[in-house]
C-alpha cells in the first residue's frame, strides 16, 4: 500500500537532485539520490499525514528530510562499516574516497536540516522531535559499533541499541507526518509508539528471517548474519545460554576454512534449536508487535484507516526476506 | 573586549559538556570542549545581541550551538586534513579512531540543532541563516579539499573558498546575535556584510602574517605555509605571474632537503618580493576591511558603540600571529 507515495517520494527525490548545485561535493550526493531504496521511512510520512487530513503531500517536505537523512547516516555508516557496497552499487567511500564521503554525508545532513527549516509546516515541536531522533540514531550507531568489540551483550541491551539505531526513525517518520497532517498530541505520540514497536518486531525479524527463512524463499543466502559473526538477538541469547565447549565449538565452525557457507550456517542453526533461541527471538518480536497493534487502535481514527495501517504491518512482516 | 564574553562561553560550556550522557560516544564531544579555543565566533554572537539589546545572554543558547558546530567542522576536518594535533592536543580521530571521529562529529551536529531547536529565541528566519551557513561552510571545505589538487586558481575563486569555508560562520554568528537583540532586518544584513568583510580580510592577513610576520613577532616560526606548500593568496599570485622558470626553482627549494626550513623560507620570499605578491594580498586584505567598515557604519546603532565594534576589528587586524 505504500508503493504510491514510494511514487511520489521518487519524484520529489529526482527534482530535488536536479536543482542540487553543480559543484563536485554534491555529486555523491545526486548518486545516493539516484540508487534507489525503499522510501520506506518517508512514504510512512506521507502515510500519516494522509490517514490524519487526506493530504500526504502537506508533509512532502519533512518526507524528504528523513529520507535524506537516512542516506546520510547510510554514507558514513558504510565508511565506519567498511562496507563496499550499497544498493548493489559501489558505496560512496569505495566510488569516491573516505573524505569525500565524510564530507558530502556532512553536507548532506546539512541539506536535510535546510529543507526542514525552508518548509513551511515548520515548528519548534517538529523541529526537536526530528533533531532528537538525530541524536538518538548516532547514539545507537555508537552502541552498535562498540557491541562488536564486546564479548557479552545483554538481549535488552540489544535491543535498545536497535531502537535508537533505526527504530526511532521509523517512529519520528510517522509522528511528524501526523503533526503536520493535523493529529492531536496523543495521536501523534501513539502512532510514534506504533512505529517504534513495529520497527523494534522488524528488526528482530529481521535476524530472525537470517537464519530461519520463512519456507518459499528461493535461492536466497542463508545465514549471512552468520557467516560474519555478527551479534544479532539469536547470537546474543546463544552466547548467554551456551556451554563454553559449545561456545568455542560455534567460534570454530565458522573460522574452519574447510567448511562452506552452507555447511558452517547448518552447523551453527543445530546449536541455535540445541539451545532454542529462536523462541525467546520470536517471543520478543511478537511481544514488540503486539504492543504496536494496542498503539494502533487507540488511536482516534476510523476503523477503516486503522485496518489499512494493520494490513501494512502484516505485510511487512510476513515479508519473505 | 570580546574576553567578558569570552568567560561567559567558557562558563556555559562546561555545564553543558558536563549535562552530557555518559555513553562513551560523547566522550571526544567532552573532550573538545575542555581543550579550549579562542570562543571567536560564539563571542561575536554575544556581542551582537548586546549592541542591540544590552543583554548578551539572550543569544546564549545560539552562541553555544555556533560555538560547538566550529568544533564539528574541527573533528571531522582534522580527519580529512590528516591533521593530528588540535589545540597541542591530539586531534579526535588520533586520540580515538576515525571511526568514533566521524560518528562523534556527526553527534555534535545533531546536539548543534537539538540546541538551536530547543532554543526559546528559535524563529524560521534563524534556522534558515544557520542552516544555509552550515550547507556553505561545507561547500568552502569541499573546495579548499578540490584546491590542493588542482594546478591553477585564480585569486577570486580562492578568496571564494575562504569565504564559505570561514567567512560565512563569522558573519552568520553576528546576524544570529544581532536579531535575537533585536535588530532590524536590515542592520542584521549590514552586520551579517561587516563580519562577512572582516572575516575575508581576517584570512588574508593570516597568509600575510605567515610569511611577512609584524616586527615585534619574536621567535615565532615563519614560513610553515611555505613549508607545506599550501596554496595561500601569495602563493596562488606567485604562480599567477612567475617565470615557468621561476615557479620549478621555488618547487625546487621547497623540496631540497639539504636546506633548513628557515632557508626555504628566506629563499621563496625572494621570489614573493621579486613578483610583489605582498601588494596584492595587502591591497585584497585592505579592500575587504574597509568594506567591512562601511557596513559598519551605516548600521544604526549609536556612534560609541560603533566605536566598540571599531576597536575590536583594529585590534584583530593588529594581532601579532
Redesign the interface.
Known sequence: MLIEYKEIIDKELRLFSDKL?S???YDPIKYIISNGGKRFRSSLTLMAADLFSNQPLLAINEAIAIELFHNFTLI?DD??DQAPIRRNLPAVHKKWD??IA??????L???V??L???SSS?S?TL??I???T??E???G???D??FENLEIISISEYINMIQLKTAVLVACSLKMGALIGGASKKDAQLLYDFGFNLGTSFQIDDDILDVFPKEDNFGKQVGGDIIEKKKTILFIDFLSKASEEDQIMVNDIIDDKQLSKDQKVSKVKDFYLKYDVLKVAQESKNNFYNKSMISLQNLSLPEEKKKIVENFSVHLMNRKF
Chains 1, 2 share one sequence.
Do not use: R, T
Open positions: 548545485p559543484l563536485s561535493i558514513h565508511i565506519m573516505e573524505n565524510i564530507l558530502s554525508g556532512d553536507l545532513y546539512a541539506i536540516n535546510q526542514l527549516s525552508d515548520q519548534p523541529h526537536q526530528f533533531q532528537q538525530a541524536v540514531v548516532c547514539e550507531q555508537s552502541l559499533m562498540e
